[in-house]
Structure formats: C-alpha cells, structure tokens
C-alpha cells in the first residue's frame, strides 16, 4: 500500500551526493563507519518523519507516495528539491579580526556560526576571510537509497515519536502515555528529572502532539517520585547465635 500524505514513518537511508558518490548523511550505522562518518555518541537508527510535513528535501517527501513499507527505492533529487541552487549573493567576505577577537583561527572548510547564521569557511586571506552562507549541499544533485521500515498506526507510537524527536537522551519506551478525552497526560521517567534543557524540549513535545492532534486541548507531563524500598539483612541474636552454636557441637 503507497504512502500518504500525513503518515508517520519511520526510515533508513543513505544520501549521496550524486556527481561524486560521497555519502553525506546515513541513518546507518555501518554505513557510517565505512564512509568516515561515523561519530561517537550518536544513536544510528531508522528515522522518524511525518509525510509531506518538510522534515526532509521537497524531492524526497514528494517521492513517498511511491513508496511501499519494506521495500528499497533510489531517489534522485535535484537541487531545486534538495537544498537550493547556489546563491552567489550568500557568499561574504568579513574582516579576520572578528574572528581573531573570539579566539578563533578560521580554516578552509570550516563550519562557524556568524551572526545568527551558520557558514563555511572558503577561503582565508590577507585581512579578510571568505564566508560561504550557502547550504553545504546547496547546487548538489543528490541520491537517496530508502527503505521505509515501519509506518506507525497508534496513538502511542506516534506520541512516543514525538517525544524521541525532542526529548533527547530519553528513551521514549519509558514514558507513561494517558489519554483521556482532550487531555493527554505524560509521566516523566526518573531518570529524565535532572535531563539539561528538559523545560524547552518538553514544550517543544508538547506543541508538536497539539499541532498534530487538534482534538488534543491539553498536554500535563508528571515527575513521580516513588520511596525506595530498603533491603536490611537481620544480623541473629546473640541467644540464637549460641543456641546455632550448640546445634554444631
């Protein structure tokens, strides 16, 4: 059965860049050992995405509808549905002291954040150093090798989703999903209480699971915090004691 508009996916795939054949972006993790990509900390499993919602190149989302669950397909995306054409007006040149006043030593090829936006670091010269704002992909025709792996049906799967997209370093397994009526509670696991950035990525949770489900009027998350059993060993009494100790003679 093709794939629709609206469903929630879960997907492996591999991105190429199609002139050269470099990949650039995989959900796998033996791909990215054996292309040099592989960093350690990150979690390679199958991607999460809502269909035609822009969570991937425009190429790509539209091509889903000739997807079925299981199945392998090859995606050719041009740049104009991939990450853009590339702009020469996005390309600057800014004075080295700038970086220079940060402790920074900018290098070709270098990925800095300036001014609010993200570039890469072309070229560096006498003074003056060339700042590329466009995309790293932009101009490129890319290749998708996808498999959709499993569509999710419940109301607790795509929940869970939501919550693994923005709650990180979390396992989405453990929180308690409720739903009555309008109002969806979510209990916390204890582990998750100390999480840094909690607060921000609770509301981003939460506005995606009201954005996606307009019946839903309310989202309450909950810390519960049980009293920790104690395991006491009994030492014997004395007279017991004594009283073993005669059973042995």
Known sequence: MAIKNGEFILMDFTCKVKESGEVVETSLEKVARESGLHKEGVTYEPTFVIVGEGWV???LDESFSNMEVGQQSTIEVAAEKGYGLRDPSKIRLVPLRRFRADGITPLPGMAVHLEGR???VRAVGAGRVQLDYNHPLAGR????EVTVQKTLESFE???RALLHRRITGLDA???????LEGNVTLQIPEEGFLLEGLQIMKQA???DILKYYPDIREVSFIEVIKRKEQVTTEKPSQETAVEDSSKQE
């Not at 397994?173 to 739903?179: A, G, H, I, L, P």
Request: aromatic letters at 8%; glycine letters at 4%; hydrophobic letters at 35%.
């Open 57 to 59: 190149p425009k190429g």
């Open 118 to 120: 993200s570039a890469t």
């Open 141 to 144: 025709t890319l290749t998708y």
């Open 157 to 159: 799967e795509k929940v």
């Open 173 to 179: 397994e453990k929180f308690t999903v409720r739903r």
């Open 205 to 207: 949770a939460a506005a």
